[in-house]
């Protein structure tokens, strides 16, 4: 009997203990479609990117027409003449390699223009988050977008459009 009533005792604890905690769902993936800055700023990263592959991508061809200059005319050179020719196409194939870190490294300027052009507007959406939560008094908000086990959520937890409207873009 003793074991009985504290079974039940527990599973009351932990049933009020769920109830009590309240959940909401953001859909990041969504709010971010609705910001036009947040498209321009992937605009313009692409337009970046592109650029600057095409820049490494300049120097990986110089280095590989120095190379193919040289099996051509290996042949016909001194051995100091080929060791200088090897040493210039390493040393074109290493500038290209330093300019693709620099461009594309984890301190690299795409990471730091990503940072600049994206951080503010996902900095906005946690503050109009974080604001929502604290007045309806949330425990937690998730991101469905980004809960790959989640299978099932009620749209009525969902407060991505209430995000939107607090950033100013009606829904």
Do not use: C, H
Request: aromatic share 8%; hydrophobic share 40%; proline share 2%.
């Amino acid at each position: 009997m003793k074991k009985m009533f504290l079974s039940l005792l527990l599973m009351a604890t932990t049933m009020v203990a769920a109830q009590a905690q309240k959940f909401a769902l953001i859909d990041m993936e969504f709010i971010l479609k609705q910001i036009p800055s947040y498209e321009q700023a992937n605009k313009q990263m692409e337009s970046l990117s592109k650029q600057w592959q095409n820049a490494v991508e300049a120097k990986a061809n110089e280095a590989k027409a120095l190379y193919e200059n040289y099996q051509k005319s290996a042949a016909t050179m001194s051995a100091e003449q080929r060791t200088a020719k090897e040493n210039e196409i390493i040393a074109k194939e290493k500038e290209a390699a330093e300019l693709r870190q620099t461009y594309f490294g984890p301190q690299g300027e795409a990471m730091k223009k990503r940072q600049e052009l994206i951080s503010p507007i996902q900095d906005a959406i946690y503050n109009a988050v974080k604001e929502i939560a604290t007045q309806r008094g949330y425990d937690a908000v998730i991101d469905r977008a980004s809960a790959q086990s989640m299978i099932f959520a009620s749209p009525r937890i969902d407060i991505s459009n209430e995000v939107l409207l607090k950033l100013g873009y009606s829904k």
